[in-house]
Structures are given as structure tokens and as C-alpha cells.
């Protein structure tokens, strides 16, 4: 429920309303805070829309995304990594991808919150109105009342490493049940190729999505195995909970026959990569 509505002239303006007022929450696309789950909570917006930076920018092989853009503008901005756009794509609905921001997905910080599984094996850093900035999963650690207002999200896209994404959804159409995003380099090591630097972020299986460091140390500078040797050491590490989208079992299941896709994805660069999409 809005009790208050802003209409600050400027960035800094709204983070001076941000800090000051009860209850006050930002207003960027309004495809999360304008939902039935929050009718009854009480709300002091402040509308955002036009006051942060929206420009999709690829430097070498630096990426820098205003947290104004809009996921549709971020599915078709030219030279970003194909698993970023298929993150973007994730977001299954045209309408809702047309409104939905970059900064809105980190701030709403869902569990399967679609782009946040890429910016945190991207270790993504994400600049603040009036503030530091801060890496993708301290973003996530400090309280939602304490993270401000985010700016704009940069990371490196050199052209060793690679990117994976893929999700899993109930039916095409519908939000994901399982996120995955996955990022290496690959060097030549005993005849095959070994993954250095594997980051592996997960949505779905936790209140928000994270790395999980004890899935990226089993595969971590060794060739990948086949997806049934993936499978069977991962889903033992997983702990998801049972809900209106599967049970806890399905869900470990899942996630583990998931993550094998993603990390097939990774070990084959034709898969998960294109020509303009490098620097
Ligand atoms: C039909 C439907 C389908 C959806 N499907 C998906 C999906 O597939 N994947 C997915 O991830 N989400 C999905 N969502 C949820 C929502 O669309 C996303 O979370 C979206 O990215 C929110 O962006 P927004 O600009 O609309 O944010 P808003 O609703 O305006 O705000 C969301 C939250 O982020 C905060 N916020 C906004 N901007 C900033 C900023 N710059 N800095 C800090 N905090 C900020 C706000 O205070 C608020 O708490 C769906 C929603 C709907 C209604």
C-alpha cells in the first residue's frame, strides 16, 4: 500500500528521501513493489524512473550496465556475454522485461532473482548513489534498508573466461524454480581441458542466491567430468526446502541435473559464447 509517493528531481535527492523516510522503498519498474504481496504493506515510494543511469556500455573488456536499464534493453544490447542476454531472456514475459530493471532485480534480491546469479560469478561490482561500491554478494550481506541506491553494475568480461546460464522453470512461460550461472577459464592439463577460476551461483536453493564455493571447489582445476558424475557429487550438497514449486527432493534433483547442463555449457565454448560478443 503507497501511504507516500516522491517525485525527487535527482539520484542524490532520492537518497536523501531513502535515508529519511519511514518505510521508504524505491519505485523503479514497479514489476516487484506493485505486486499483490506487498497491497498491505505500508509503502513511502519514490520514483526513480529517469534519474539513474540506463546506458549498456562494453569497453574491452569492461562492462558497465546502468541500473536504469531495462532487462529487454539488456537482451538486446550488442557485445554482452550470450549467457548475460540469456539471464535477461530468463525473464520470460516481454512486458514485464520492457519495465523491469537491472537495479530493481538486485534490490528486490529474489531468490531467483534472474540477472543476480550472473553478477556474482561476474563478481560484479555495483556502484552507489553518494556511496561506495560494493561487490555483488556484499550488497546482498548488508540489510536492504542499508544498501542504498544502486547506480550502475561493472564487471569483467575478458576473453579467456567463459559464461554459462540456464534456469529451470515449471513451464516456459513462468518464473524459475532453479538458477544457475557458472564462469571459468580453461587451460590444456592431462591431455584434456582443466576449469581454473570456476565460480558457480545458484538461485532457488536459499533465501537469496549465492556461490556455493564447496560445488566450485569440486571441479576446480581438474577436466569436467560427464553430467552423471556432475549429478551425483552435487546434489548431496544441496539443501533447498519444499514449497508451492517442488518438494526439497525434486528440487536437489533438479538442481544438480542443472548444474551439469551449465557446466557442460562451459567446458564447450560454441555453446555458450558469440563472434560479437567479444571484445
Ligand atoms: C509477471 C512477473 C514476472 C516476473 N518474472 C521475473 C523473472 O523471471 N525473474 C526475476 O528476477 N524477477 C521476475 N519478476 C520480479 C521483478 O520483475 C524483478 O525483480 C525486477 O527486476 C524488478 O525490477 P523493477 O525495476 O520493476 O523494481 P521495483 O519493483 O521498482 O523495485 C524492486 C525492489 O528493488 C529496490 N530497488 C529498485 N531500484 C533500485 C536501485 N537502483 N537500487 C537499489 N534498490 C532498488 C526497490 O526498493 C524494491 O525493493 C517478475 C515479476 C512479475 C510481475
Redesign the pocket.
Known sequence: MVNAYFRPKSAEEAATL?ASEKD????????????SQFAKKPMAA?A?SGL?PAAIERHGERVIIG??A??QALAEAPGMPKALRDAAL????R??RN????????????S?????PFFLVAEAR?S??GALALGAAEWQALP?AE?????AVEFAAPTARRFAYE?Y?RTSC???VL?CAASAEFETAGGGLAARGLRIAMGGLSPHARRFPELERLFEGAALPGKAAIEAAAAPLFSPVSDARGSAEFKRARAAALLADVLAALANPEANETPEARP
Do not use: E, P, Q, W
Open positions: 531513502l521508504a522503498v524505491l519505485l523503479a519498474g514497479g514489476t516487484y513493489l506493485l505486486t519514490i526513480i539513474l541500473a536504469g531495462t532487462f530468463a525473464m520470460a514475459d512486458n514485464i519495465r523491469a530493471t537491472v537495479g530493481g532485480n538486485i534490490g528486490a534480491d529474489k531467483c532473482a534472474s540477472l543476480v555495483y552507489r548513489v536492504a544498501r542504498g541506491i544502486a547506480a534456469r522453470a513462468d518464473v524459475a538458477t
